[in-house]
């Protein structure tokens, strides 16, 4: 079996590696093949030489900068990669604070143009594994959900699906609240990556939602943080974390103002995991700090159980295709899976809360302005894309705030 890794050069890639390594005697990996870009050698080749390190010899690793060598034969390809590398998500955070919106890096204006930069990428490279593979594409490249959107339903790229590690950390965090195994779980969760909602918990055939609920509002920051209890009591939903910036849109605001962008604290982690990398025989504890927790747990087990077919659930990024009933068929949504025939199939939920459904349905048809921005390479409904967002800029700035995102992407980012 061969998987091939675009983004290799990430900083991420031992803890892939990791769980590569834990799974590879199950599935029988031969190679790996880690594919980057010129203008990332120098740290491309700290990190091949650190994984290789890790390795030692349990398959072939192997790297290159050509994509056709990293797909070719590939059974499985995992994008990691980051469109325009950390200076562009610092753009990305930075540029929306001097209009007073939000800058993150998934999320509203931040979101929108890592989107916009990402598309022409992803493009070339659904279209090089397809030609040259039959692989399945499991893609960690954000904003993940909006990607996975753009190649399901524009591209018409089926071999791929959006992954995320924060569903595994809340089953993590549940599992250890309900004192059962993460396999006993099965959560009634739905909604869009980065912008999800939680509603049931079961154990296998108990609903135990009102016991956890209650757990989880004594100690919020198990799962969401800053979260008021009576916000939660009054959505009678449990939010994913990210739902912070839209719903306590002032208090992040000032919080970034204040503490500064996260992609300046990655930034520093990043210099200090390189120097380590270039001397550690093993995972260091830093990497812990470049956040994505069990990043490889979730890569490496969705990878397993698609080449055993076993039937086990994951919550991916995949068309909904009635998983969730009041939502249309073809969104893409974040949604518990059967993991089947080197497919994914939904599992039926029945309806979603009301207000899931308003602001899911709000975000798509932001999501899918912002494609078609793309394709159709259109500023005009860039402005529309940003005007709807409710994240976004009023009309004012918006103008203003989308040429100084073109200015500072220019060669990623083509709108006329």
Known sequence: MKIAIVGGGSTYTPELIKGLLEISEQIGIDVVTMLDVKEAEEKFNIVFDFAKRLVKGTFKLEKTFDSIKA???????????RPGMLSGRIKDEEIPLKYDVLGQETTGIGGFSAALRAFPIVEKYVELVDKYSKAVVVNFTNPS??????????????????????????????????????????????????LTFLEKIYVKNTDVTEKVFQALKLNLANVSGDFPIELVESLDLYPSPYLKYYLMKKEMLEKLKKEGTRSRKVEKIEKDLIEIYKVSDSI??????RG??????????????????????????????????????????????????????????????????????????????????????????????????????????????LEEILNANMGFIELN
């Not at 797909?71 to 990669?81: M, R, W």
Request: glycine share 6%; proline share 5%.
């Open 145 to 194: 959900g909006h990607i996975t959107e753009f190649v399901l339903n524009y591209l018409k790229f089926d071999r791929f699906i959006g992954l995320c590690n924060i569903p595994i950390n809340l089953l993590k965090s549940l599992s250890q609240i309900v004192g059962c195994e993460i396999s006993d779980l099965f959560l009634k969760y739905y909604g869009l990556n980065h």
């Open 284 to 289: 260091p504890s830093e990497l812990s700090l």
């Open 71 to 81: 797909f070719e034969g590939a059974d499985y390809v995992v994008f990691q990669f």
């Open 292 to 401: 994505g927790s069990m990043y490889s747990t979730a890569a490496a087990h969705l990878i397993r159980d698609l080449a055993k077919g076993d039937g086990a659930v994951h919550i991916v990024n995949t068309k909904n295709n009635g998983a969730v009933s009041n939502l249309p068929n073809n969104y893409v949504l974040e949604i518990p899976c059967y993991v089947k025939a080197n497919r994914v199939f939904p599992v039926s939920m029945g309806e979603a809360d009301q207000f899931a459904v308003g602001l899911i349905s709000l975000i798509k048809m932001y999501e899918r302005l912002t494609v078609e921005a793309y394709l159709k390479r259109s500023k005009k409904i860039a402005l529309k894309a940003m005007l709807l967002h409710p994240l976004g800029p009023d009309w004012k700035d918006a103008p203003n705030l």
